[in-house]
Nanobody, 121 residues
Framework: QVQLVESGGGLVQPGGSLRLSCTAS????????MGWYRQVPGKQRELVAR???????NYADSVKGRFTISRDNAKNTVYLQMNSLKPEDTDAYYC???????????????WGQGTQVTVSS
């Protein structure tokens, strides 16, 4: 019933910026929170940032002061503004949403398809 579609990845030079977007589509659902994770081959997927629909945020220490997560609840969309990008930020970035389906009480977790961010000169 729910799909997450990501966009905004690409190639940038160190110090540059990108903005990732992720939109949840479908019907009969509400979103508890949305976030961004990243994963390099051979490493575990790690939390980058998360935001609740109430506006509470959580960031990985490595991105604090450089990345900003925001959301538009009416559009079921989460954004990740990435500034001062470093080569070590190079990763596949995955959107995540914790969703409650109408008629259900449990929270379900959904993932986007991933978008590649490459920081290189």
């Amino acid at each position: 019933q729910v799909q997450l579609v990501e966009s905004g990845g690409g190639l940038v030079q160190p110090g540059g910026s990108l903005r990732l977007s992720c939109t949840a589509s479908g019907s009969d659902f509400s979103i508890n929170s949305m976030g961004w994770y990243r994963q390099v081959p051979g490493k575990q997927r790690e939390l980058v940032a998360r935001i609740t629909n109430g506006g509470s945020t959580n960031y990985a220490d490595s991105v604090k002061g450089r990345f900003t997560i925001s959301r538009d609840n009416a559009k079921n969309t989460v954004y990740l503004q990435m500034n001062s990008l470093k080569p070590e930020d190079t990763d596949a970035y995955y959107c995540n949403a914790k969703i409650v389906l109408v008629g259900r009480s449990s929270v379900y977790q959904y993932w986007g398809q991933g978008t590649q961010v490459t920081v290189s000169s």
